[in-house]
């Protein structure tokens, strides 16, 4: 059977061309993809001594390691003896990777949900919209909390009948896996409470999408050749909401970033030995003081995590402008 063409907005070179001439957007990708470049390629490069604990705590930026001539900490040390430097790019990882997997799973419930309910119309709609209000009147940090405390337990009690089952097979690779995944149990729980509480928006923008997506001609011309229900999801609505569904994408990230960092500043998200930006933040308001203020211990974490921040929403509102006739018209 035929199929039938469907315009899709990434296929336009208007939008493209638009975001390439947002000098703002542009400068915040760029920003974000040598951060991304920086955190994952400097710290095998750094000395070692700057990545393991030592006697040099609460040194200021620019103090020299005292374990080694000629190194020094560029960003100071915190109350354990660890260099920021390091500890920020790593935290770069974990909150970056945290957001952007949170995102993704965000994004594939929301979209999922949000498709099934605005092509389903009527009282299938009606309800799942009246589900989306409920979730939405629930606070989402408490929710996260709930969530975390339900599901934790339960994930690394699977994660080591796993590691048994594997290592009762003589499956090495497989056991190292779960030894692993044991280890950063915490992070692997906080990505999938982020993501399964942050698809309330994207559910409720697809589907508005779907509802005037449904009514176009090239979906009533699909239909009337026979195509079935999810064909026409997969192959003419899926592809019209990608700009959709990229842009407000990039506007998921900060927010599961944001929701990382508060749960950690509060010790309830990211544990030693690993750390986040959110992490860092509660060690440097432990030590805190009127009297001698540790500044780097709070300027350094909250600069780059506010410029990252700023850079992903800038980024999502040049993607917003660029492939949104509605925004660009105001």
């Known amino acids: 059977m035929a199929e039938v063409a469907s315009p899709t907005a990434l296929s336009q070179p208007g939008g493209w061309t638009i975001l390439r001439r947002s000098r703002v957007s542009m400068l915040a990708l760029w920003f974000l993809v040598g951060l991304v470049f920086v955190a994952v390629l ?42 920021l430097f390091y500890r920020l790019l790593t935290g770069a990882q974990v909150s970056l990777g945290v957001g952007f997997v949170g995102a993704l799973l965000s994004l594939f419930v929301g979209t999922l ?10 009282r299938i709609d009606a309800f799942m919209m009246r589900v989306l209000d409920v979730l939405y009147s629930v606070p989402r940090i408490l929710f996260i909390m709930i969530f975390i405390a339900a599901l934790g337990p339960y994930l690394t009690d699977w994660l080591d009948a796993a590691r048994l089952w594997a290592q009762g097979h003589g499956w090495t690779t497989m056991e190292d896996l779960m030894v692993t995944a044991i280890r950063y149990s915490r992070i692997i729980i906080m990505v999938i409470c982020l993501g399964l509480v942050e698809w309330l928006t994207m559910a409720r923008i697809v589907r508005g999408q779907v509802l005037v997506l449904r009514e176009m001609t090239f979906v009533t011309a699909a239909r009337a050749m026979g195509q079935s229900n999810p064909a026409i999801l997969r192959l003419h609505l899926l592809p ?3 700009t959709v569904v990229l842009t407000y994408l990039t506007l998921t990230i900060p927010a599961v970033i944001l929701d990382e960092s508060f749960l950690s500043f509060l010790g309830l998200g990211i544990d030693d030995p690993a750390a986040s930006w959110g992490s860092l933040l509660k060690d440097g308001a432990q030590v805190i003081n009127p009297l001698d203020s540790k500044w780097w211990l709070l300027f350094f974490p909250a600069t780059l995590m506010s410029i990252t921040l700023l850079a992903l929403n800038f980024l999502g509102d040049g993607l917003r402008d660029a492939f949104d006739p509605r925004s660009r018209s105001r």
Request: negative net charge; hydrophobic residues 35%.
């Open 42 to 83: 400097v710290p095998p490069f750094l000395p070692d001594e700057l990545k393991l604990t030592s006697k040099d705590s609460l040194l200021p930026p620019g103090a020299a390691c005292s374990a080694s001539e000629g190194v020094i900490y560029l960003c100071g040390t915190d109350l354990n003896g660890h260099d």
């Open 240 to 242: 019209n909401l990608a």
């Open 113 to 122: 949900y949000g498709m099934i309910s605005g092509f389903a119309g009527g």
